[in-house]
């Protein structure tokens, strides 16, 4: 499957963004996603996952009552809407698939297919 993140850019403290991540090349359904991100100098965290259906969702710490995952297999898609936002927030953001049995996943090296990544910056 082929991942492509998009809805990335430049947004004020307290602002909001939504990111989309595009699947092609295979139903979406087959998989549970997740979302990273990558401020620089710093390694790839975990942001978010959401399982085959949509029932199941988990958050980090950092971003919990600020982000919400959501999908619609229907469409292909998974977003990240993402609400009062933080300079902190600033990052290369990644949607990523996960084929493993499970309902959502953590770790990077549980998910399989990466996009290609979409730059967030939150900056008055």
């Known amino acids: 499957v082929q991942l492509q993140a998009s809805g990335g850019g430049l947004v004020q403290p307290g602002g909001s963004l939504r990111l989309s991540c595009v699947a092609s090349?295979?139903?979406?359904?087959?998989?549970?996603m997740g979302w990273f991100r990558q401020a620089p100098g710093k390694e790839r965290e975990f942001v978010a996952s959401i399982s085959r259906i949509g029932s199941s969702t988990v958050y980090s710490d950092s971003v919990k009552d600020r982000f919400t995952i959501s999908r619609d297999n229907a469409k292909n898609t998974v977003a990240l809407q993402m609400n009062s936002l933080k300079s902190e927030d600033t990052a290369v953001y990644y949607c990523?698939?996960?084929?493993?049995?499970?309902?959502?996943?953590?770790?990077?090296?549980?998910?399989?297919?990466w996009g290609q990544g979409t730059q967030v910056t939150v900056s008055s």
């Open positions: 090349g295979r139903s979406l359904s087959s998989y549970a």
């Open positions: 990523a698939a996960a084929s493993a049995v499970g309902l959502w996943f953590k770790y990077r090296n549980d998910y399989e297919f």
